[in-house]
């Protein structure tokens, strides 16, 4: 599942292609993904300007100048592409249309912006900009990591008195938004902390290095385009690069990459996720 770095890297790729644009045609060739798509979306999307691109947690926003804002999520495999646009000296033409293209945009200076989902876990809404917060997919999710109202203070508290493992609370989308396993793990390698570490037992020191790390990690993922494992790929067709930096994700068996440890990275099942992890650097 694309995390909170592979959806801004999409955000951006698709920004190019859509802001200040209008939405000349909407194509939707099926009635839904993961959920029936909002009534009339294609008729209510056409003749739209977009005013903005935004991102939350995992799901792009895009504000029209209708009063409503388009939401997408990726899900597993969904892929939003662009043609047609110049990007610099570069021209992507239009490919053929291909059977997973189930959400087309045609956008007022022919360029194109394609939903593709093989496997149709992606999803889309139509909601009034007034009211997102109010919007199912959105009202429980906790303050976005890399803004200002995720702090020490803040983390402390909501870890206070929590039984559950730091890893699962770091997951916790209504504690803090768009992590996700791959990231969580990197973040608590950098830490020093045991996945399975029960989050209220963590020092208030070691819970506020935690805050910095995260930034550190998502900033350095951003930068690199996201991580490219299975199906993500950032809106021009390219990979994601930070999957070649991993220092514990999916490196199991492999040397812990802490100078003078001679352990080897574990992985554990957690909550059906895998968490991977020196036994001697995260404690």
Known sequence: ???????????????????G??????????????????ENMADRLTGSRVTALRRRSKYILVDLDSGETLLIHLGMSGRMLVSGQKIGA????????????????????DSRVTFNDARRF???????????EDH???RDIGPEPLGNSFDEDYLAAKLKGRNTPIKSALLDQRIVAGLGNIYVCEVLYRAGIHPARKAGKISSKRVASLVPLIRQVLTEAIAAGGSSLRDYRQSDGELGYFQHV????????AAC????????IRRIVQSGRSSFFCPQCQR
């Open 1 to 19: 599942m694309p995390e909170l770095p592979e959806v801004e890297t999409v955000k951006e790729g698709i920004r190019p292609a859509m802001s």
């Open 21 to 38: 644009k209008i939405i000349a045609k909407a194509e939707v060739n099926r009635p839904d993904l993961r959920w029936p798509f909002p």
């Open 90 to 109: 570069f021209h992507h033409p239009h490919p053929a249309p291909a059977k997973h293209d189930h959400v087309v945009l045609h956008m007022d200076d």
């Open 122 to 132: 992606g999803a889309m809404d139509l909601m009034p900009t007034a009211a997102q």
């Open 136 to 138: 199912w997919l959105i």
């Open 246 to 253: 991993f220092q514990v994700y999916d490196r199991e068996g």
């Open 257 to 264: 990459l802490t100078p003078d440890c001679d352990r080897k």
